[in-house]
């Protein structure tokens, strides 16, 4: 049986985006080298097939969460990539997180064959894909971005359309590398504040509403105790890794050394999430480097 959908890539973002399509009743083909997320998803309502290269061949539309610009560069520009499968007409959406670059190259070869193709970070986490309510960053044409809409709106409760081809990577890299500065701030200052004697939960809150004001502060406290929900609380397990912070960090000074652009606090952060890294603590959530600064400081 044929899908409308071909998803490839059902990893911790892409399994529960992918079931979120099924859930609103859409066909959908699941595909990942690992066979137990495979099973997740078939077991959540979607099909799949030993066959990958069919499956695309017969898709309206083909969706993929990969983990690098290498991965999604191999899957669309392989001898027996996507683009050398797809029937003409089908709709190419790249969620992973990958190079700006390299998210321009990919199209680039799909817009020479005919093909429309949109890449569409997205931001959330894993409780966002799992709940429906992603932000999708998206770049490339108008008309590609209106076909793709109605599909993303499944999955995120914010649709974007960034730009033109590599506007959706460009976003990702500048949010999620001051996501990065920020988190680190915000661990600074509420470590400064209980080396002073203070409460973490109201030094937070008095910081929550002045100046200092930002995302980690208000609903992803990096402090344990200080939000029961928060993955500090839950002994950093869950949320958004280090790992992928400084692989996303990464992509941030990468684009910078590109495009002659200046970012020292973003190099400093993947600097610092890269010494948190191979500390032992990549499989954390990037908030542990609270716990970093602790070691620091000798506390």
Known sequence: MSSDIVFIGLGNMGLPMALNLVKAGCKVSGHDLVAASVDKFVAGGGS??????????????????????????????????????????????????????????????????????????????????????????????????????????????????????????????????????????????????????????????????????????????PCPGVMENAPASKGYAGGFGVDLMLKDLGLAVENSLSTGSSVPLGALARNLYDIHSKSGAGGLDFSSIFNMLAKTEGA
């Open 48 to 221: 799949t097939g030993s066959d990958l290269p069919a499956a695309v061949a017969a898709a309206r539309i083909v969706i993929t969460m990969l983990p690098a610009s290498r991965h999604v560069e191999a899957a669309y520009l392989g001898p027996n990539g996507i683009l050398a499968q797809v029937a003409p007409g089908t709709l190419l959406i790249d969620c992973s997180t990958i190079a700006p670059e390299a998210a321009r190259k990919v199209a680039a070869v799909a817009r020479d064959k005919g093909f429309t193709m949109l890449d569409a970070p997205v931001s959330g986490g894993t409780g966002g894909a799992a709940a429906g309510t992603l932000t999708f960053m998206v770049g490339g044409s108008a008309d590609g971005f209106a076909l793709a809409k109605p599909y993303l709106e499944k999955m995120g409760k914010a649709i974007f359309h960034a730009g033109d081809n590599g506007s959706g990577q460009t976003v990702k890299v500048c949010n999620n590398m001051l996501l990065g500065i920020l988190m680190i701030g915000s661990c600074e200052a509420i470590r400064l504040g209980m080396a002073n004697g203070m409460d973490p939960k109201v030094l937070s809150e008095i910081m929550a509403k002045s100046s200092g004001r930002n995302w980690a502060l208000e609903v992803y406290n």
